[in-house]
């Protein structure tokens, strides 16, 4: 495959700072993810700026360990229109190391009520070592627009009971 990136797109039938504000709350991460492999979020703080870390407990019958530990940190910050995160790990002496793949969600206002979302996986950045032994994307077609179709039920619950969640 030459290409280095998937994206899908959904229209949601909420505004464009409910839907940022879903993206930006890590405890909805993995209610959203269209794999299960994401468990739940160890840093529960809403997202706020570029630099920010926040941690995530998976799960993929795959991994050497089964159940692992990810650091993301945020690259693209830009309320309501854009958020996205880098992913990697924490080491023990708390250094970061990323692999290269980056989660990028890309909103726009299609009115009051609506908003398109554009969800990419880029790894274009990936080392060739990494990709010696991991394949890209490590997920299967219907990932992205999965986990858009997830993002929409939870941004229209939160709307409908009043609860946007935070918004940076």
Do not use: C
Not at 20 to 32: C, E, G, K
Not at 63 to 72: Q, T
């Amino acid at each position: 495959m030459d290409q280095e990136n998937v994206s899908a797109t959904l229209t949601v039938a909420v505004p464009v700072a409910g839907v940022f504000a879903v993206l930006a709350d890590p405890s909805t991460h993995a209610a959203i993810d269209g794999t299960g492999w994401v468990q739940e979020a160890l840093d529960r703080a809403p997202l706020t700026g570029t630099g920010q870390v926040f941690r995530m407990d998976m799960y993929h019958s795959g991994h050497p360990d089964g159940g692992y530990r990810v650091a993301n940190q945020v690259q693209v910050f830009d309320p309501p229109n854009a958020i996205g995160w880098l992913t990697g790990e924490e080491k023990e002496d708390g250094h970061l190391e990323f692999g290269g793949w980056l989660w990028r969600y890309d909103l726009a206002a299609l009115g009051p009520s609506e908003t398109g979302v554009t969800l990419t996986y880029d790894w274009s950045a990936v080392p060739q070592s990494i990709r010696e032994y991991l394949h890209f994307p490590p997920f299967g077609p219907d990932h992205l627009a999965d986990s858009l179709r997830h993002l929409a039920e939870l941004a229209a619950s939160a709307t409908r009971n009043g609860t946007p969640g935070p918004v940076g």
